[in-house]
């Protein structure tokens, strides 16, 4: 009997092994297989950002098409794919590319060229089907000019023309042409210095003493002699600047004057002809002839230009500075913001609050928050902060500028705080569940010890909860920082190249609007002329953001590691 019991016992244990169901073995499977899911797709993701971002600034060569039908093309390869050739098109070839096509299986390939020169053909990127070309060249006097405007030029340098003086030697042209470039940029910034920087200083100091005039006539009860001694006043600080701006003023003519006196001509593979001010170009790019660091020299300037200048050609070239820095500025603000307010409301309502169902329906409120679209927050923040706000604002402290709007209208301040709202219930969350992981015996032996309730939470609860209320602002962080529905409406522009700091009091305007990497995206992606001649910027752009996110999440797990290696002295 008892052999028969163990016979069974040992049966009913080998068929429960067999069982893989009762393991849970297919659920551990499928949560693995889930786990590798997201991350191959997480790497996809990255390998896809980084090879298009990496690659997008690397020089190619310079090909001279010769087409069947007797045209003639130049342009940079940029990539190529099969397509099935229609009915209609297969009728049109000769019997012998008709075999050739049905031999392919009715496939051909196609190449888009990047073929510069818009101010010419009215477009810059072409398609060409392998089957139209007779032959390819890639002769050594092609080059790409970049310029500030119409994009780049594909072709030969035809003349230059220095100060009166045509050159139109070849080889003298390649031995002056850098050199000349680099003049004709420095005379560029001197007059945009001039024009932006000092001239733009003379109008803000002549907008603020109107502003000041305006400000005093509109005092109540104002006397007709104070009234005329301000007038006074104010002429003649105005004479004073009017008297500068017509220095400068004459000083930029005659600078851009002598900039006229430096010009190109350039031409395409088909003769027809441009000419432009030296100073419009940027940079000149001899593909075919460059060496391999020569091509990583122009490889690196590019980039340098990424991140130190200004957008240019409807933000499809040049650089995202503006918007590298109103992306930081703006979330360096947001978390000033959400950090104190998030842990303010989670200490009262973990620590302070009498737990009921009130309480109960403000943790419901804050948990629902975080699923509101992010639109509706930036509906909300244009009409509370902008509109209502920073009406009341203007109405106090700026009447003299109404009915223009200075705070009345989206900026840097009010996008911080529609972000920071957005994201206050991730912190709010993240720090309740922090301060729930410190153990009620660390509140008691302090309480028992005779330090009070806020002395408590401030030295025992608080450095505890820290790493976990880090988190929380990590998470906050990231989500604001890649933000775009809610910026549209309070506060982000499509170019915005003048800074939210500068040398005029009061340094840091948080009214002005701003440009974010974001929002970047999507303007270049979807609101460029070209889709082609944005998708590189929009590439770059990405991976600049997702670098920044990645940077400022890390610098905020360091200091999270930091604090809980500082305060583990136990174990929860």
Request: charged residues 25%.
């Amino acid at each position: 009997m008892r052999s028969s019991t163990i016979s069974s016992s040992k049966r009913s244990v080998f068929e429960t092994g067999c069982n893989l169901t009762a393991q849970g073995e297919p659920f551990v499977w499928s949560m693995a297989g889930g786990l590798a899911i997201g991350i191959l797709m997480i790497v996809a993701f990255l390998v896809l950002i980084l090879w298009n971002g990496l690659v997008a600034f690397y020089p190619g060569p310079i090909r001279m098409l010769h087409l069947k039908n007797g045209r003639v093309m130049a342009g940079e390869p940029i990539r190529s794919e099969l397509y099935r050739i229609d009915s209609q098109k297969l009728s049109q070839m000769s019997e012998e590319a008709r075999r050739t096509v049905m031999d392919r299986g009715g496939y051909s390939r196609r190449w888009l060229y990047k073929t510069g020169n818009f101010d010419l053909y009215n477009d810059d990127y072409r398609w060409v089907d392998d089957d139209d070309i007779e032959r390819i060249e890639t002769p050594n006097d092609l080059v790409l000019i970049e310029r500030r405007e119409w994009g780049p030029f594909i072709g030969t340098i035809q003349m230059l023309n220095i100060d009166g003086k045509e050159i139109t030697d070849p080889a003298e042209i390649a031995r002056r042409i850098d050199d000349e470039i680099q003049l004709a940029a420095a005379r560029f910034d001197t007059i945009r210095t001039l024009e932006r920087d000092r001239i733009g200083d003379i109008n803000h100091r002549m907008e603020a003493a109107r502003l000041a005039l305006r400000k005093v006539m509109m005092k109540p009860n104002l006397g007709a002699a104070e009234r005329e001694a301000a007038q006074k006043r104010h002429d003649r600080e105005m004479a004073e600047w009017k008297e500068r701006y017509e220095v400068l003023e004459r000083e930029v003519d005659a600078r851009k004057a002598e900039d006229s006196r430096f010009r190109v001509v350039l031409a395409d593979v088909e003769g027809r002809q441009k000419e432009i001010a030296m100073s419009q170009i940027v940079r000149r790019i001899p593909a075919n002839v460059l060496t391999t660091f020569g091509r990583l020299g122009v490889y690196a300037g590019r980039w340098w230009e990424l991140v130190s200048a200004e957008p240019r050609e409807a933000n499809t070239e040049g650089g995202i500075f503006p918007a590298i820095f109103g992306t930081f500025v703006m979330t360096l603000l947001m978390v000033v913001v959400v950090a104190p307010f998030g842990v303010m409301a989670a200490l009262y309502l973990r620590e302070y609050a009498r737990q009921g169902m009130l309480v109960s329906s403000v943790r419901v409120c804050v948990n629902n928050l975080a699923g509101v679209p992010s639109i509706v927050y930036g509906v909300f923040g244009l009409g509370f902060f902008a509109y209502t706000i920073g009406g009341i604002v203007d109405s106090l402290l700026y009447a003299e500028k109404l009915p223009n709007p200075t705070f009345g209208t989206g900026g840097l301040l009010w996008s911080a705080l529609t972000l920071a709202l957005l994201t206050v219930p991730v912190v709010i969350v993240a720090t309740e569940e922090a301060l729930s992981a410190v153990p009620d015996s660390l509140r008691e032996g302090s309480l028992a010890c005779g330090a009070s309730r806020w002395q408590t939470i401030k030295y025992v609860v608080l450095p505890k909860a820290m790493p976990g209320i880090l988190t929380g602002l990590i998470l906050a962080m990231a989500r604001g920082a890649g933000e775009v529905a809610p910026l549209m409406l309070v506060g982000v522009v499509k170019l915005a190249p003048e800074l939210p700091i500068d040398g005029n009091f009061p340094f840091l305007h948080l009214e002005r609007s701003f440009m974010h990497l974001a929002f970047h995206i999507f303007d270049v992606g979807f609101q460029s002329r070209n889709s082609e001649a944005g998708k590189p910027m929009v590439f770059v752009t990405t991976l600049i953001l997702v670098c920044m996110i990645a940077v400022l999440n890390a610098t905020a797990i360091y200091v999270r590691n930091r604090l809980k290696r500082k305060y583990m002295t136990g174990h929860f």
